[in-house]
């Protein structure tokens, strides 16, 4: 990076890092999130500003999810555009929204079993020795890991699923072959610490959070057809939804209440 005549103004009152944060931050807007960026060094010589100014302003990007360091001693990276997730979407929880985010969506299934899970079945309203699949699957977009999200279906509602599609979405493929119609869906968001397995999988640094959403989803009877718990990369989703009052206006809801939450 070439030395020239200086990119700041000394003699403004807004602080010098704070203007390298701004002159970087638009300089670095449309690159590629493969991009590497300049080292410290090179901001120094071409901004011709100390390393203490350098790092506050790297500081606050990388505070503000602007760029990212993947690696301890690895060069800066742009972070990618979040996917904005709408939390009241009940089919296509994933795909239809990083579509119209203008990414390339794509689902890699992982593993797809048959098994017994105690925990699961009372999210499901099955006895307890009740056969579920359990379908692991990786969501990316633009080549990038974004969520893991784990499915479990009843086998009693869908006796030969493993011969179906299983990369789009669950609940659509289960309304076309089975004629089992997503009518209704109680969900919880929190954030909590990664595990291994999903640091390996989303490509976290070590120690990085995820945004976790469980969902049971239920048919037009209300009887539970699919139960997930899905783990996201904190730094890529933001999430919307909306809302509106009951029909009645007294504020309740004529669902079945909130699993996660207590009984009254």
Not at 160 to 181: I, V
Request: hydrophobic letters at 35%.
């Amino acid at each position: 990076m070439p030395r020239q005549r200086p990119l700041l103004d000394p003699a403004s009152p807004v602080p010098l890092y704070h203007q390298l944060r701004s002159n970087l931050e638009a300089s670095w807007r449309g690159l590629g999130p493969d991009a590497e960026l300049p080292t410290e060094r090179e901001i120094m010589d071409r901004y011709q500003v100390s390393r203490i100014t350098v790092r506050r302003a790297l500081d606050e990007l990388m505070a503000d999810s602007i760029i990212r360091r993947p690696r301890p001693r690895g060069r800066l990276q742009v972070v990618p555009p979040k996917v904005p997730q709408q939390l009241n979407r009940l089919r296509g929880f994933f795909w239809h929204d990083a579509l119209a985010a203008g990414h390339r969506p794509n689902v890699r299934v992982l593993e797809v079993s048959q098994g017994v899970w105690p925990d699961v079945n009372g999210h499901l309203a099955l006895p307890a020795d009740a056969q579920c699949y359990r379908i692991a699957r990786l969501h990316a977009t633009d080549g990038r890991p974004l969520s893991h999200q784990v499915s479990y279906i009843p086998c009693r509602d869908c006796p030969d699923l493993m011969l179906s599609d299983l990369s789009g979405s669950l609940l659509q493929m289960m309304e076309q072959r089975y004629g089992r119609r997503a009518q209704h869906a109680e969900q919880r968001l929190l954030v909590r610490e990664a595990s291994a397995r999903e640091i390996a999988l989303l490509q976290l640094a070590p120690r990085s959070f995820v945004f976790e959403v469980d969902r049971i989803s239920c048919d037009t009877e209300g009887k539970p057809i699919e139960y997930f718990v899905s783990a996201l990369d904190v730094g890529r989703f933001e999430f919307h939804t909306s809302m509106e009052a009951s029909p009645s206006g007294n504020g309740e809801a004529a669902h079945p209440a909130s699993p996660w939450l207590p009984r009254r």
